[in-house]
């Protein structure tokens, strides 16, 4: 099992940064990766981005790019998600997730049925 706990959701205006954080605990997972997902009300959870353990490397939905880096602390089990130039419609739900498995490339994990645990997400709201 593995848990995932977020934070660092919050009310900003547009324009502001927010960073998130992602604490991993139970089973190691070092050699797998680690998503960011969002969903906001009345919508369906979309991709906005993920991180290899092992390597770093990343991916970015095509919305976020050039605004929000992820990046992992190994030693803490820890991942974040730094969030600049945030929008009103970055408003939504932001979800953490783990997958237990490696052996594809970045862009495989792009996709939410792919991940094998979820947190119980954090509310961002950017305001106008």
């Known amino acids: 099992q593995v848990q995932l706990v977020e934070s660092g959701g919050g009310l900003v205006q547009a324009g502001g940064s927010l960073r998130l954080s992602c604490v991993a605990s139970?089973?190691?997972?070092?050699?797998?990766?680690m998503g960011w997902f969002r969903q906001a009300p009345g919508k369906e959870r979309d991709f906005v981005a993920a991180?290899?353990?092992?390597?770093?490397?990343?991916y970015f939905a095509d919305s976020v790019k050039g605004r929000f880096t992820i990046s992992r602390d190994n030693a803490k089990n820890t991942v974040y998600l730094q969030m600049n130039s945030l929008k009103p419609e970055d408003t939504a739900v932001y979800y953490c997730?783990?997958?237990?498995?490696?052996?594809?490339?970045?862009?495989?994990?792009?996709?939410?049925?792919?991940?094998?645990?979820w947190g119980q997400g954090t509310q961002v709201t950017v305001s106008s």
């Open positions: 997730a783990a997958r237990t498995s490696a052996g594809y490339s970045i862009n495989y994990y792009s996709r939410g049925n792919r991940y094998d645990y």
């Open positions: 139970g089973r190691t997972i070092s050699s797998a990766a």
């Open positions: 991180i290899s353990w092992s390597d770093g490397s990343t």
